[in-house]
């Protein structure tokens, strides 16, 4: 909570005279910017899920299209850097990015321009740089949700074993990458699985991409090879659940629903909402004069 009121005291202190009314009072400069960067599109789960975010602050907050300025598909490497820049050139004050491999170049960005602040989801070396005051992390407590489809996951595998179509609950989970962010959320979701079944034993296959769908399916696939009985996931595209579906292997999907393409295996999912986040931080945003930020971290 602390770390979420040092972002708004940010925002606030970066661009002026606000008013705490929320985004009813609609008075704020039609000219206030704000950028994304964005590790895919919307038709990847897990940057779906904060377009939804953003799309809903802008509506709330009565800023037209122009005023958000989406960058799409953008890798983790020095093309962050460039899409910060060319944001920034566009006029953009706030700059949100999504992925864990975007951090190095927004500090970098954050260095050269002081007078713009950046959020940045799922980092963790922000605090660190106690020279930058215009440059934040922030990220969701996921790992909760991982532990209640855990839960739903032990449920389904009791049931299977209940009657007698499982005797090995051995089940596999696909992971992007081995970061602390997915530990944290496989860890969780296997003490989700074995506080209903305690015989439960997992397997985690590493794709070495956020969002790779024929590496995801392949993972996957090699899982139930191995005789996995049920498949969860820390990555963003179909390629799973998919797997599942082919081969009728029970499914916990990841960022949203799956059950209209695997109706068949399709158990549960845990997904972020950024809804209330991002209309917090850009509730305050209602601008006077711009000036240079006198950060609180």
Known sequence: MKKLLAIVLAAVMAFGVFAFTGCSDKTGKSDFKVGAILIGDENEGYTYAHIQGIEAAKKACNLSDEQIVYKYIVPENEKCYEAAIDLIDQGCKLIIANSFGHESYLIRAAGEHPDVVFC???????????????MFNYFDSIYEARYVSGIVAGMKLKELMDEGKVTDP????????????VKSGYTSFFLGVRSVCKEATMEVQFTGSWYDEAKEKEAATLLIGRGCKLISQHADSMGAPTACENAGVPNVSYNGSTLDACPNTFIVSSRINWVPYMKYMLSLIHISEPTRPRLIS
């Open 120 to 134: 940045h989801a799922t980092g963790q070396t922000a605090a660190k740089h106690t020279e930058l005051s215009n």
């Open 170 to 181: 051995y089940i596999g989970y696909v992971g992007a990458f081995p970061y602390a962010e």
